[in-house]
C-alpha cells in the first residue's frame, strides 16, 4: 500500500540544526514535497525533490534516497520562528491523476 | 492575488444536518484540491479536480459527501447528514496544471458537528 511516516514531534535548541525525517512507500513515486504548517495557518509549500540526494536552498535542505524510500527536511541555524508543523508529501502516478499523500507533520519546537 | 480563498472560515452544524463549503481557487489555476486535517488523522485526501472535471474522488465517504466544481471560479464541498465524526478543518488547495507538487492552500474552514 502507500504511505508516509514521520516522527510526531522534534525538539531542538535557536542556532542550531533540525532534521525531520520522512519514510514512504509508494507504487510509483513521482516526486516528494515539504510543506510547513504554522498553528492555525494552512500548510506552505518549501520544497520539492525527485532526484536521490541533497537539495540546498539556503535555510531549508532536503534528502532523497528513492531506493530506501527516505527523505529528511534540514533547517539550519533555527530560530524561534521555526517553530511549526513540517509536513511530508508523496505524490505517486496512479490511473486517477497523481494526488499528493500526506503524512501527520512533525513538530518542531525551537527553544532558546 | 488573493490566494485561495474558503467560505467560512467557522461553521457549527447540529448532528444530521448539511453543511456546504466554498473555496474560490487562484485564478489559472487547473487543478482543484480538498483534504480534510484532524490532529489523529493529519491531512486526508478527499478530491481531485482538473480543469474543473472529477479526476479522483477516491478519499471521500460515498454516502454524504459530495463535491462539485461548476466553474473554474469555484468549488463545493456538500456534507449531507453531518456526524460528530466529521468535525476537522477542510481544507482546498489549488495548483497550475503540471505543478501538481506545490499546492497552494486556503485558510480552511473549521466544522465542528455539535
Known amino acids: 500500500g502507500q504511505g508516509v511516516e514521520q516522527p510526531a514531534k522534534l525538539m531542538s535548541v535557536e542556532g542550531t540544526f533540525a532534521r525531520v525525517n520522512c519514510t514512504y512507500s509508494t507504487s510509483g513515486f513521482n516526486g516528494l514535497s515539504w510543506y510547513q504548517q504554522r498553528e492555525g495557518q494552512a500548510p506552505v509549500f518549501l520544497s520539492y525533490?525527485?532526484?536521490?540526494g541533497l537539495k540546498d536552498s539556503g535555510h531549508f535542505s532536503t534528502f532523497l534516497s528513492r531506493s530506501n524510500g527516505y527523505s529528511y527536511l534540514l533547517l539550519t541555524e533555527l530560530q524561534i520562528k521555526d517553530s511549526a508543523s513540517y509536513l511530508c508529501?508523496?505524490?505517486?502516478?496512479?490511473?486517477?491523476?497523481?494526488?499528493?499523500?500526506f503524512g501527520i507533520g512533525t513538530l518542531l519546537s525551537v527553544k532558546p | 492575488n488573493a490566494g485561495v480563498i474558503q467560505t467560512p472560515r467557522h461553521k457549527v452544524t447540529g448532528k444530521g444536518q448539511e453543511a456546504t463549503l466554498w473555496c474560490e481557487p487562484i485564478?489559472?489555476?487547473?487543478?482543484v484540491f480538498w483534504y480534510r486535517q484532524t490532529i489523529v488523522q493529519g491531512l486526508e485526501f478527499l478530491t481531485y479536480f482538473r480543469n474543473q472535471a472529477p479526476i479522483d474522488d477516491s478519499g471521500m465517504p460515498k454516502e454524504r459527501f459530495s463535491a462539485q466544481m461548476p466553474n473554474q471560479s469555484h468549488s463545493t464541498l456538500k456534507i449531507q447528514s453531518t456526524q460528530p465524526q466529521d468535525s476537522a478543518v477542510y481544507l482546498c488547495?489549488?495548483?497550475?496544471?503540471?505543478?501538481?507538487?506545490?499546492?497552494?492552500f486556503g485558510a480552511g474552514t473549521r466544522l465542528s458537528v455539535l
Open positions: 525533490v525527485v532526484l536521490d
Open positions: 485564478s489559472g489555476h487547473s487543478a
Open positions: 488547495a489549488s495548483s497550475l496544471q503540471g505543478s501538481q507538487n506545490t499546492l497552494y
Open positions: 508529501a508523496v505524490r505517486s502516478y496512479g490511473s486517477s491523476g497523481n494526488k499528493l499523500i
